[in-house]
């Protein structure tokens, strides 16, 4: 899985990820896991990531998620404003500090008592995700889900 993430995340096959959305999607879809979702939110890249890599290796499996479940994709209403440097081989403590007031909602109203689906490849310590979901939990009524293509060991 480790190499398949890879060639998603660094070398444009971003087939990986619409694959991965449709299996996933279909396989959630008739558990009916996540049938009370709103919208699903990929964790955003920050400007500069994106446009150093040409994409958000998260968008195409959120968006295919979001076809087969019916649900709405949003990647404008919450962003990245901080651009950290890569966080691998990082501590759980040192990837927590460095985001730190990394991501900002945008549409507030867009995003107010809905249930949302945060998406992202891996999680390794969870520091991104949690950094996300305290923010995404301060606007009243919203609550949190999360998928990822993988988890380390």
């Not at 990394?102 to 999680?123: C, T």
């Not at 949690?130 to 380390?152: D, F, M, R």
């Given at each position: 899985?480790?190499?398949?993430?890879?060639?998603?995340?660094?070398?444009?096959?971003?087939?990986?990820?619409?694959?991965?959305?449709?299996?996933?999607?279909?396989?959630?879809?008739?558990?009916?896991?996540?049938?009370?979702?709103?919208?699903i939110i990929p964790v955003p890249l920050h400007k500069k990531r994106?446009?150093?890599?040409?994409?958000?290796?998260?968008t195409t499996f959120s968006r295919a998620l979001g076809e087969k479940l019916d649900i709405v994709f949003d990647?404008?209403?919450?962003?990245?404003?901080?651009?950290?440097?890569?966080?691998?081989?990082?501590?759980?403590?040192?990837?927590?500090?460095?985001?730190?007031?990394?991501?900002?909602?945008?549409?507030?109203?867009?995003?107010?008592?809905?249930?949302?689906?945060?998406?992202?490849?891996?999680?390794?310590?969870?520091?991104?995700?949690?950094?996300?979901?305290?923010?995404?939990?301060?606007?009243?009524?919203?609550?949190?889900?999360?998928?990822?293509?993988?988890?380390?060991?």
């Amino acid at each position: 899985m480790q190499q398949i993430i890879h060639q998603l995340k660094y070398k444009g096959q971003q087939q990986v990820g619409t694959f991965f959305g449709n299996w996933y999607g279909t396989i959630l879809r008739e558990d009916g896991v996540f049938k009370d979702v709103d919208v699903i939110i990929p964790v955003p890249l920050h400007k500069k990531r994106l446009k150093q890599r040409g994409y958000n290796q998260v968008t195409t499996f959120s968006r295919a998620l979001g076809e087969k479940l019916d649900i709405v994709f949003d990647e404008t209403s919450f962003k990245r404003t901080k651009n950290t440097s890569r966080q691998v081989f990082r501590s759980r403590g040192d990837r927590w500090q460095r985001l730190q007031n990394a991501f900002a909602v945008i549409d507030e109203k867009n995003l107010k008592g809905k249930h949302i689906l945060l998406v992202d490849d891996v999680i390794t310590t969870g520091a991104t995700l949690e950094a996300c979901a305290n923010i995404l939990l301060k606007i009243p009524g919203t609550t949190i889900s999360i998928v990822t293509l993988a988890v380390t060991e």
